[in-house]
């Protein structure tokens, strides 16, 4: 059974409403293939940057359960485990494995899962099986015309879509996901990526939708200009301070979000232990990949 908002809430950072928490979690870098394509989105290999898409390597399952034994001897406040990329987490089955593996040596560990949600209803029942405790969905809108311009592509069943059929195809599919599994049980976090220019009046509507489908707690993401949006701007406090205030008036709304990388260590904000905890990288930028 799934660990109840209360508890997440007291001991996962991403979670703690308020204040930050100085409670730790860890990135499992196990998914490498992604199926969607957006526009701000670069995934990369380095050791330098501090921001979503990014690892130093690509670790197996049975890899990654040994880089929590390693973490938690590290970093006594870990609580948290977490699968975040730096590709999708459903695009392969990595990451449902290494969740059933940590389900059972690590089971006081809270389970994070990250996806866009295009195979989300699909993959439903083998998140709940594998004991996810939080599922963070990124929507970036839930009007097909708005997504249209953030993603610029879709590969699904074996097919490729672009515009707005894409973009219908992964609301619908995000929101059906989002009711499922919320009820039941799992607590679901959705992502926004704010880009002033094309979804800033759009963000409340899709607070109030994600909410009517089962969301618990909405996190603002402000945009980093780069790939095809490096000609974006990155929205400014007034901006973000609007945002969540509208927001606040169908869910609750997460503030202190860090950006993390798809293989950090530790409390947020403070020490990293991914270079300690991840030894012995193999780089493995090839196995990026869209379908």
Not at 170 to 199: D, R, W
Request: charge should be neutral.
């Amino acid at each position: 059974m799934a660990k109840t908002f209360d508890e997440i809430s007291k001991n996962h950072p991403c979670f703690a409403l308020g204040q930050k928490s100085n409670k730790g979690r860890i990135h499992l870098p196990v998914s490498p293939g992604c199926n969607i394509g957006c526009r701000f989105c670069h995934r990369d290999f380095n050791d330098e940057q501090v921001r979503p898409g990014v690892a130093s390597c690509i670790i197996s399952p049975d890899e990654a359960i040994e880089a929590i034994r390693r973490a938690v001897k590290l970093s006594p406040d870990l609580t948290v485990v977490g699968v975040a990329g730096p590709g999708d987490t459903l695009a392969t089955d990595f990451a449902l494995e290494t969740f059933r593996k940590v389900r059972d040596e690590f089971p006081s560990m809270i389970k994070c899962m990250s996806t866009n949600g295009l195979l989300l209803p699909q993959k439903a029942d083998q998140i709940i099986d594998a004991g996810i405790d939080t599922l963070t969905v990124t929507v970036n809108a839930v009007d097909p015309e708005i997504q249209a311009k953030i993603n610029e592509f879709i590969v699904y069943e074996g097919k490729r879509y672009e515009g707005v059929e894409a973009a219908q195809i992964l609301i619908q599919n995000q929101l059906a996901g989002i009711k499922k599994v919320s009820a039941a049980g799992v607590t679901v976090k959705v992502n926004t990526v704010f880009v002033p220019e094309i979804n800033r009046e759009h963000i409340p509507l899709v607070a109030k939708t994600v909410a009517e489908h089962g969301a618990t707690i909405y996190n603002i993401i402000p945009l980093i200009p780069q790939h095809q949006f490096d000609w974006c701007s990155v929205p400014s406090c007034k901006d973000l301070s609007w945002a969540r205030g509208e927001c606040e008036k169908y869910i609750k709304v997460f503030r202190h979000c860090q950006r993390c990388r798809a293989d950090a260590v530790g409390v947020p904000g403070g020490q990293d232990f991914s270079k300690e905890v991840y030894i012995k990288p193999v780089r493995l930028a090839d196995t990026f990949s869209h379908g």
